[in-house]
């Protein structure tokens, strides 16, 4: 038997519980979240939110910094809309209690790579982490949302699922593993928000969660949703070089307050060679391709990032998290550089929406992450992305309860079928194509590309699209397995996305055309 709710969301993140927060007030919102409520990459947001509060600056100011970063790619209607946003957003977080770090009676503004004036507000070096407890406790105290941690979802409800098939092409809902009990529940909803966060994790190195499989975008693709730009998946520059851990961000903000890139073994300030204006406060893909240009030039297998000329004090009351994390292991920001090198960071690409959340389906919207809206084109402005999840998961609620009267109730929906499927005997496929999917995404898929590279891949894919095919028609799911089945699903879309893309923009870097298009056009891929 279904369990049925007004409106369902799957994400437990900034933009889920933001939507759910905005429909509470009069209907009952029921949220899903793989494994814990904290799981997702809201919680490690480091550096803050971008958001035009200095009078010195204007939205006229920001909207050029998102366009320069996103190299065109942008859609100016969606830059507007959210940038004319923060400011609201950053009241409504203050309103949740969210502590951010003040400058007398303002809020202090740290500044990042790509943009033009101070405009972060933050909590320390670790705002997502204050942004994620602020929602989930109201989300907690608001008797109209039930949050339900340790469901994986599987796939949409989609009109086939229809006990009484009407052919309606509507989406009704999710099925989702109880990871406790190990049984699919169906849970149903006028209308469902997808706010599942991006697919970081298909890469061997990433800043991303261990949950960021792309999860959202494969089960909006399976069921019918047209993505875009997959090919544009951003690389931090500062990822903390260590071998016991592995993707801990150093936030860009300590190049905001005047960390400085440095070659280990020369000292050379290398910048300077490759973006000599903006040195390391260029957008994060010139610096990461200088990062990584430095590495396999001079065979590194780190570069340094160097704020120890700053005051001890300043660095420790700006990065507490950061610092303490680091003496922890040895380091000692304070006095010595940071061994740095690039990692996967945040998927540009995603489930197409319009300006109101809404995809290709009916009854289906998404916000966050797994979301191409226009805002970030080739290549997102740091801080922007919190900002995103506010200003869709607010309008997608917005939307839901404007058309509440046409979002009709679910019709009766057939059980998950697991009569032709056993348990798995062979649990060591998963992990094996689990770790292949994700090295050749890193040697293959990287911060530079070849056509050559990207064929190899492709049918890398080919191969495994069989393999996993076969284990999901057989074996009865589990998380891993769920997660293994979007992770190549994810691959597939970034792969095709990619080898679609005849130029290089932004954070696409191919060496086979090296040359940008006078034109800018997404790449939309149609399932
Ligand atoms: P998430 O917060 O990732 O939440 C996804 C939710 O979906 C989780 O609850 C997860 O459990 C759930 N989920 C996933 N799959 C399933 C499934 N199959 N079934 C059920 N539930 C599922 N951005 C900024 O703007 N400023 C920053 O300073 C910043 N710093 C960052 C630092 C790090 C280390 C990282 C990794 C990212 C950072 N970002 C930053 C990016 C930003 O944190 C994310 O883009 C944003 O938090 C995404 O929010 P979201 O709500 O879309 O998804
Ligand atoms: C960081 O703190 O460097 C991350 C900011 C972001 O990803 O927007």
Same mark, same amino acid.
């Given at each position: 038997? %279904?369990?049925?709710?007004?409106?369902?969301?799957?994400?437990?993140?900034?933009?889920?519980?933001?939507?759910?927060?905005?429909?509470?007030?009069?209907?009952?919102?029921?949220?899903?979240?793989?494994?814990?409520?904290?799981?997702?990459?809201?919680?490690?947001?480091?550096?803050?939110?971008?958001?035009?509060?200095? %009078?010195?600056?204007?939205?006229?100011?920001?909207?050029?910094?998102?366009?320069?970063?996103?190299?065109?790619?942008?859609?100016?209607?969606?830059?507007?809309?959210?940038?004319?946003?923060?400011?609201?957003?950053?009241?409504?977080?203050?309103?949740?209690?969210?502590?951010?770090?003040?400058?007398?009676?303002?809020?202090?503004?740290?500044?990042?790579?790509?943009?033009?004036?101070?405009?972060?507000?933050?909590?320390?070096? %670790?705002?997502?982490?204050?942004?994620?407890?602020?929602?989930?406790?109201?989300?907690?105290?608001?008797?109209?949302?039930?949050?339900?941690?340790?469901?994986?979802?599987?796939?949409?409800?989609?009109?086939?699922?229809?006990?009484?098939?009407?052919?309606?092409?509507?989406?009704?809902?999710?099925?989702?593993?109880?990871?406790?009990?190990?049984?699919?529940?169906?849970?149903?909803?006028?209308?469902?928000?997808?706010?599942?966060?991006?697919?970081?994790r298909v890469y061997q190195f990433?800043?991303? *969660?261990r949950?960021?499989t792309?999860?959202?975008?494969?089960?909006?693709?399976?069921?019918?949703?047209?993505?875009?730009?997959?090919?544009?998946?951003?690389?931090? *520059?500062?990822?903390?070089?260590?071998?016991?851990?592995k993707?801990?961000?150093?936030?860009?903000?300590?190049?905001?307050?005047?960390?400085?890139?440095?070659?280990?073994?020369?000292?050379?300030?290398?910048?300077?060679?490759?973006?000599?204006?903006?040195?390391?406060?260029?957008?994060?893909?010139?610096?990461?391709?200088?990062?990584?240009?430095?590495?396999?030039?001079?065979?590194?297998?780190?570069?340094?990032?160097?704020?120890?000329?700053?005051?001890?004090?300043?660095?420790?009351?700006?990065?507490?998290?950061?610092?303490?994390?680091?003496?922890?292991?040895?380091?000692?920001?304070?006095?010595?550089?940071?061994?740095?090198?690039?990692?996967?960071?945040?998927?540009?690409?995603?489930?197409?929406?319009?300006?109101?959340?809404?995809?290709?389906? *009916?009854?289906?919207?998404?916000?966050?992450?797994?979301?191409?809206?226009?805002?970030?084109?080739?290549?997102?402005? %740091?801080?922007?992305?919190?900002?995103?999840?506010?200003?869709?998961?607010?309008?997608?609620?917005?939307?839901?309860?404007?058309?509440?009267?046409?979002?009709?109730? @679910? @019709?009766?929906?057939?059980?998950?079928?697991?009569?032709?499927?056993?348990?798995?005997?062979?649990e060591v496929i998963i992990k094996q194509n689990w770790t292949e999917i994700r090295r050749f995404m890193w040697n293959?898929?990287?911060?530079?590309?070849?056509?050559?590279?990207?064929?190899?891949?492709?049918?890398r894919?080919?191969?495994l699209?069989?393999?996993?095919?076969?284990?999901?028609?057989?074996?009865?799911?589990?998380?891993d397995?769920?997660e293994l089945?979007?992770l190549l699903?994810?691959a597939?879309?970034?792969?095709?996305?990619?080898?679609?893309?005849?130029?290089?923009?932004?954070?696409?870097?191919?060496?086979?055309? @090296?040359?940008?298009?006078?034109?800018?056009?997404?790449?939309?891929?149609?399932?």
């Amino acid at each position: 038997m %279904a369990k049925q709710h007004d409106v369902l969301i799957i994400g437990s993140g900034a933009a889920g519980l933001t939507a759910a927060l905005a429909l509470a007030e009069t209907k009952k919102v029921l949220v899903l979240a793989k494994g814990s409520l904290t799981g997702g990459s809201t919680a490690w947001a480091q550096g803050g939110i971008a958001a035009v509060l200095d %009078a010195g600056d204007t939205f006229e100011n920001h909207i050029r910094d998102t366009m320069r970063a996103g190299a065109g790619l942008n859609r100016l209607e969606t830059v507007e809309y959210v940038i004319e946003r923060a400011p609201h957003s950053i009241r409504r977080l203050v309103e949740l209690g969210v502590p951010f770090n003040e400058d007398g009676a303002d809020l202090h503004l740290t500044r990042e790579g790509g943009h033009s004036h101070r405009r972060i507000v933050h909590v320390n070096d %670790a705002t997502g982490w204050a942004v994620q407890e602020a929602l989930l406790n109201a989300a907690e105290a608001n008797p109209n949302i039930t949050l339900l941690p340790g469901r994986s979802c599987v796939d949409l409800i989609t009109g086939r699922h229809e006990a009484r098939y009407s052919g309606s092409g509507r989406v009704w809902g999710v099925y989702a593993l109880d990871e406790a009990s190990g049984k699919v529940e169906a849970h149903t909803a006028n209308a469902t928000i997808m706010a599942a966060g991006g697919a970081g994790r298909v890469y061997q190195f990433s800043t991303a *969660p261990r949950g960021a499989t792309g999860d959202g975008i494969a089960m909006a693709w399976r069921a019918g949703a047209r993505v875009s730009n997959m090919e544009m998946m951003q690389f931090h *520059p500062t990822c903390l070089y260590n071998l016991e851990v592995k993707n801990f961000l150093i936030t860009e903000a300590v190049r905001g307050e005047g960390g400085r890139l440095l070659h280990p073994e020369t000292g050379h300030r290398f910048m300077a060679d490759y973006d000599p204006e903006r040195m390391e406060l260029a957008p994060r893909d010139v610096v990461a391709r200088a990062i990584d240009d430095q590495i396999k030039r001079y065979g590194l297998d780190f570069v340094h990032l160097d704020i120890s000329h700053q005051p001890a004090e300043f660095v420790k009351g700006h990065f507490p998290t950061i610092y303490d994390k680091l003496m922890g292991l040895g380091i000692d920001m304070t006095k010595g550089p940071i061994p740095v090198v690039p990692a996967q960071h945040y998927t540009c690409g995603g489930i197409l929406i319009d300006l109101a959340g809404r995809t290709d389906l *009916p009854g289906l919207y998404a916000a966050g992450e797994c979301t191409e809206s226009g805002l970030h084109g080739a290549n997102r402005l %740091a801080s922007n992305s919190l900002l995103e999840c506010f200003v869709f998961g607010e309008a997608a609620a917005a939307d839901i309860l404007a058309r509440w009267e046409e979002l009709d109730p @679910p @019709p009766a929906i057939n059980p998950w079928d697991e009569s032709r499927v056993t348990d798995s005997d062979e649990e060591v496929i998963i992990k094996q194509n689990w770790t292949e999917i994700r090295r050749f995404m890193w040697n293959y898929v990287g911060i530079v590309r070849t056509t050559k590279r990207l064929e190899r891949a492709a049918h890398r894919i080919r191969l495994l699209n069989d393999e996993v095919a076969d284990y999901y028609g057989h074996f009865r799911v589990t998380t891993d397995l769920i997660e293994l089945r979007n992770l190549l699903q994810a691959a597939e879309l970034i792969v095709t996305s990619a080898l679609a893309r005849h130029e290089s923009r932004g954070l696409h870097f191919t060496l086979d055309y @090296p040359g940008t298009d006078s034109l800018a056009r997404d790449t939309v891929l149609v399932p």
